[in-house]
């Protein structure tokens, strides 16, 4: 009997593929292939085919994708960039880092930016806005690309929830100036270890980025080009990643699977804002189930008092962390789900039988 659930299970994962992975070891091992290797470049040119852009450039995590997209793009002191109130610390982080001043405009009840305040938050410094596209389902890129051609700014997605997402088949990390990966463990492309990239058409970005994450050397000629960082996807990493890539099409059926299960099961009670969205030829991959339940952290607590692991991100905004220094307007949007935000078990190592605990368990609480 189930009385215990997961939130996800990368013990369980390795074992469905151990074969794949332990060879793609051996491989990479048994050749001494660390640094920059073939594993990497295959990874690479595998991604930017997947995603539907020209190039891909492996880095260390998503953060570093995130700033190497914001130094690629030119931007720095002076200059102000547009952020969604509600992410990951992150975003907004990497445009601190390199000195620029976030701008932050309120979600819609999807959670991603709500397109409506981004004109608004435009001012003669604005040189960039970071759409994110959260849990699994993308931020609306069409309205978004317009604003942006419409005032020559640098748009970098934070796509970092949402590989194999699509509008209109067009899949995300492909409409911006740059997209941008994560690769920590519990992604939907995970990998053992931090790990990230960035896709992107333009090839001076890929160089710049290419030798960026190398120190700024220039690998063919050993020239430095500039100062940069030490932020490469190792070898291995690559190698892991490429045969979960392999692997994505049909786990993102299986992740749709079970949101249909949750939804067929969920849908009548009252009290849930399930994430189903009626946005034509928007695709959602269901990173995660991030519902809202009017009962917030009463709601959490009781799945968790139950044995089901379930993430609440994020009842405090990062903008309320004082350390951080951010500006805090009040954002309605981004409060109240806040309040209400739990995400359920989603992975695909999860059985029927422990979805169908989880969903006895959120019945029985609005019993
Ligand atoms: C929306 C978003 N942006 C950025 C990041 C940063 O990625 P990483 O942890 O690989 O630096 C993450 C993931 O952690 C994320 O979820």
Redesign the pocket.
């Known amino acids: 009997m189930v009385n215990h659930v997961r939130f996800v299970a990368p013990d369980k994962n390795y074992l469905m593929i151990k074969d794949e992975i332990d060879a793609a070891y051996f491989d990479v091992m048994s050749k001494g292939d660390l640094i920059d290797r073939d594993h990497l470049k295959n990874f690479e040119q595998n991604l930017a085919n997947f995603v539907g852009t020209k190039y891909a450039v492996g880095l260390n ?6 700033h190497m997209s914001l130094r690629a793009a030119g931007i720095g002191q002076g200059d102000e960039v547009i952020v969604p109130a509600h ?2 610390v ?2 907004c982080s990497a445009v601190v880092n390199v000195g620029a001043k976030p701008v932050l405009v309120d979600v819609t009840p999807d959670f991603n930016i709500d397109v409506d305040h981004i004109g608004p938050a435009i001012t003669e410094r604005t040189r960039g806005i970071i759409p ?1 596209h ?1 849990s699994g389902y993308m931020a609306d890129m069409p309205r978004i690309m317009k604003i942006a051609e419409k005032h020559d700014l640098a748009v970098v997605e ?1 796509a ?2 949402s590989l194999g997402s699509s509008i209109h088949g067009k899949g995300a990390g492909s409409w911006g100036t740059t997209g ?1 990966w ?3 463990p519990f ?1 939907i492309l995970g990998g053992y270890g ?3 990239a960035i896709t992107t058409d333009d090839p001076e970005i890929a160089r710049f980025a290419r030798r960026m994450r190398y120190n700024g050397e220039d690998r063919d000629t050993g020239e430095y080009c500039g100062h940069g960082f030490t932020c490469l996807l190792d070898n291995l990493q690559a190698a892991f990643l490429d045969v979960k890539l392999r692997h994505l099409p049909d786990w993102i059926k299986r992740r749709k699977a079970i949101a249909e299960m949750y939804r067929d099961a969920l849908s009548d009670i009252e009290d849930l804002l399930l994430p189903h969205y009626d946005k034509p030829g928007f695709d959602h991959v269901y990173q995660n189930y991030t519902l809202r339940s009017v009962q917030g952290s009463e709601f959490s607590d009781y799945l968790k008092s139950k044995g089901i692991e379930v993430l609440t991100q994020f009842r405090k905004p990062y903008y309320k962390h004082a350390a951080l220094n951010l500006e805090d307007k009040g954002f309605p949007e981004t409060e109240a789900l806040s309040r209400e935000v739990c995400s359920l078990p989603m992975n695909v190592e999860i059985t029927d039988e422990e979805i169908g605990y989880v969903i006895d368990t959120v019945k029985s609480f609005y019993r």
């Not at 995590?61 to 995130?66: E, H, P, Q, T, V």
């Open positions: 995590s998503g953060y570093d994708a995130l992410t990951f992150a975003t994110v959260l934070d970092c929830q941008c994560s690769f920590y992604k931090d790990g990230g």
